[in-house]
């Protein structure tokens, strides 16, 4: 397959700060070679008018396709929002299958990871470097605010993961898969994609009918530094120990009513506070000099903000999830105007000393306003128990230690005090709000008798919005900038199930 040339088959200017990415060509987008060209196209529209991006859904009306694509154009433009794809061509069948092979077929040195959970899962080297090197020139070629991922295979892209239901509605860093090179071509292939996908120029053929691919796969981890800033490593405290983790970063677009849960911590072996300002100081490059520019100190590739949600296309076969799309569609509008992650501010204390708890519980006892107690469990036993006084301030209390799966305190009596601190506050008549709460207080009866329990996240959300999703991975999505935290955890360990 000859290389792509970036642009060929995009909307919208080039120099956009928002970039729409999408997955694949249905027939619409080959008959015409422009992105979201069809049906899917125009349910985008609508959605993004009802997101607030105004005039959006006036042209999702036009009934006349040349009428539709040309005034889409001209507001594509107005409003600074380029249109493209990860695949610049049409899989047979609409099927991203057609252009993937299984793993055993793949020659020595393929590193792309899979895009799909069940074979075939690679795509083909033959079409997929070609291509992400095209998408990597295009998203290169000036300074991006924003990537809204739409679809599993636009996510992949960018993050190497294409989890969507996991991971859309959280910002995220990323940068577009590099792949090993020419000689990772799948065998017996050659790394062509003949008879697999068509890409043809525009006013191309047009073969069979539908507009989308399938999606989702296994996803990898990212955990966050002790110091804050974006890493790989993970932070491993001796016991006693303590970390007060804080992320400074200004509030994003709303907050989690309630802790942001004693799993976010792993009892001081993950943290979810974090912050990125990655975009800092593009604003002033020319498209020319960005596209030329050397990689700044530390930095081996170009990463981009990115915010993924389901394909429009999607939509069609789940409309349940389309008010879910709207919400972050909202959440994009409000995030294309800086290449910044803005996380709202977490201070942590993990792996606290007695004399911490302590300390935080009385001050707690005496001014805090809410509450918001929650555990982790391992094998019928609590683990660890988090409070948060605040939006910003928790304190996690640990009991089972990780690597010995003994007790985490020093001595029996030290156990003791750390369970009289969690009486002391469980039983104060500061007003408590929990997530699920009928699972937590069904361990923590056993140790005290919690008083004027006000508020579950979760049956409030689930009373205004019973259609919804209920557990808190998905209201962090919805009501916070946080990181996807509940794939922090380790495999293997136990996870509370909200729904």
Known sequence: MSEPEPFAATSGPRDARLVLLGEAWGESEEQYGLPFAGAS????????????FTGARELAALR???????????????????????????????NLAAICAKKEEMEHGYDLPPLRTENPRYVRAGIALPQLRRLERELL????????????????????????????????????LKGAGAGSAPAGGGGHASGAASSPARGGSVRGSGERATDTAPAARRTVEPDGGLGLGRASPA???????????RDGAGAVLANRRSGVCECGD???????????????????????????????????????????AAIFRAWHWRPIVLADLLKGQRERHSAAICRPERRLLVNPSIAEVEGWTGD??????????????????????????SREDVLVIPFIARLSGGSYWASEHEELRAWKC?????????????????????????????RNCLHDTMLLHHALYPELQKGLGFLGSIYSNDIAWKLLRRHGEELKKDE
């Not at 196209?41 to 607030?52: D, S, V």
């Not at 605010?145 to 636009?154: D, E, K, R, V």
């Not at 993950?270 to 912050?275: L, N």
């Not at 008549?429 to 923590?444: C, E, R, S, T």
Request: glycine share 10%; net charge neutral; charged share 20%.
């Open 41 to 52: 196209g125009r349910e985008l529209f609508r959605m993004l008018g009802e997101a607030g």
């Open 64 to 94: 006349s396709d040349q009428a539709w694509l040309a005034e889409r154009e001209a507001w594509l433009h107005a409003e600074g929002i380029l249109l493209t794809n990860v695949f610049a061509l049409r899989p047979e069948r609409n």
């Open 141 to 176: 070629f000036a300074p991006r605010n924003l990537i809204i991922c739409l679809g599993a295979t636009a996510l992949w892209a960018l993050s190497g993961r294409s989890a969507i239901s996991s991971l859309r509605g959280a910002v995220g860093e990323g940068a577009v």
């Open 239 to 249: 016991r006693n120990a303590s970390l007060l983790v804080r992320a400074d970063a």
């Open 270 to 312: 993950d943290f979810g506070a974090s912050q990125a300002a990655f975009g800092q100081g593009l604003t002033s490059a020319t498209e020319g000099e960005w596209a030329s520019r050397e990689p700044l100190p530390g930095e081996s590739e170009r990463s981009f903000k990115f915010l993924p949600t389901y394909h429009p």
């Open 364 to 389: 707690a006892l005496a001014s805090a306003k809410l509450l918001a107690p929650d555990i982790e469990t391992l094998k019928g036993q609590i683990r660890c128990i988090g409070f948060a006084r």
């Open 422 to 450: 969690v009486r002391a506050l469980l039983e104060s008549a500061i007003p408590k709000v929990f997530q699920n709460g009928l699972f937590d207080l069904q361990y923590l009866a056993n140790f005290a008798r919690p």
